[in-house]
């Protein structure tokens, strides 16, 4: 049976998720064994990608593919202000700054953001993951830091969404039709893209678990 795009693009990083979530900081962040402050690590980190990718994507609304992957509700940026603050205080702003790995996840985002397929390999690699995955880190966080609604794990909350599983099976139905419309070299070129996106996302988990062994 031939798979459909939105499988294909799953199946293009599904080798590689294991290693990524089973990491050093994730493990430990899911086992309980890091401050609040070094969960609001990987906050920060999160804040200066979407803040990139929520700004590419109100630039390209009015796109004609790109526009059909733009959903307003998905936007993070105002969440994760209300976690950082949450977690930091009033004057989380001084207290954050962009990894390494992180400044060139941003500077991939703007890049491809002339490109259509490039933006949706790196919108999907995000939100498909904080729409499946992120929803039981959601809940453990919650467990372990005893977060409510209002900050702390709001980046974890879509709740404008409705049915998280509908909106899902929503996207992968356009990835689907976008798929189709795409010639071969495209559709490729977006799979290596997706694997693109996929490698600096876990690169930025490896800058944090860096930061973790310096303050043991």
């Not at 493990?27 to 929520?54: I, N, P, S």
């Not at 409705?162 to 039709?177: Q, T, V």
């Not at 997706?194 to 930061?211: F, S």
Request: hydrophobic content about 40%.
């Amino acid at each position: 049976m031939t798979s459909t795009f939105s499988e294909t693009l799953r199946n293009a990083t599904w080798s590689d998720h294991e290693s990524a979530e089973s990491g050093g900081y994730l493990a430990a962040l899911m086992a309980g064994r890091l401050t609040e402050q070094e969960y609001g690590e990987m906050v920060a980190q999160h804040y200066f990608a979407y803040a990139a990718l929520d700004g590419v994507s109100r630039e390209l609304a009015g796109h004609p593919v790109a526009g059909r992957f733009v959903f307003p509700e998905l936007y993070r940026e105002a969440a994760l202000e209300r976690d950082l603050a949450a977690i930091y205080g009033p004057g989380w702003r001084d207290r954050i700054a962009p990894s390494e790995s992180t400044r060139a996840l941003v500077a991939r985002i703007r890049e491809v953001a002339g490109w259509p397929g490039g933006y949706v390999a790196h919108h999907y690699t995000r939100y498909l993951g904080d729409l499946s995955g992120g929803q039981f880190i959601r809940m453990e966080l919650q467990k372990i830091y005893g977060y409510g609604r209002g900050g702390g794990v709001d980046f974890y909350v879509f709740d404008e969404l409705g049915s998280l599983p509908r909106f899902k099976s929503e996207y992968r139905a356009r990835l689907d039709a976008l798929g189709e419309e795409l010639d071969e070299a495209e559709r490729q070129r977006m799979i290596a893209e997706v694997r693109l996106a996929y490698r600096l996302n876990t690169d930025v988990l490896t800058d944090l678990h860096r930061v973790i062994r310096k303050a043991a």
